[in-house]
């Protein structure tokens, strides 16, 4: 029997007395916040889960469900904290990591502040389509090629 239903959990209800145990509830997002929302003090872990990895470590541009206007705090957030431990790490370690050595792309339309060149955003944004467009064709002619001649005639 799951946890929920042995304390007899109601969305209505956040406080439960199990004998002298007590307990509150909360809502996920206090502890697991994955949408893009504004970041407030009730959100104590933010999760960079699903699109976020493409966005941060391959720079795809944002999208349909992490559009850019409500994503950009989480985002910037994310690079200026990167960017801190790179450079604690470095200071500690007399070493000079960039972020693409951690396998980070911070990109070309943000200056040293993570303040957005609008300038420069569109060519970003171009440049990294036509590289998803080119990766997308490379799968599939790579897909068409290992496939046998009876299975290309299957399809």
Known sequence: MSFWKLIGYTRE??????GSLKIISKPCSILNEMRSKP???????????SKWQRILAEGINFSKTKPKKNSWEMYVFYL?????????????????LKPRDIGMIFPFYLNADLQENKLLYPIYFLQSYSR???????????RQKSLTPNQKTKK
């Open 80 to 96: 200026k904290n990167c960017l801190e431990t790179i450079n604690a790490l470095n200071t500690a370690n007399q070493t000079k």
């Open 132 to 142: 998803q467009i080119s990766r997308r064709l490379k799968k599939l002619i790579f």
């Open 39 to 49: 970041i407030t003090p009730e959100r104590h872990i933010l999760h960079y889960k």
């Open 13 to 18: 209800k956040t406080r439960y007395l199990i």
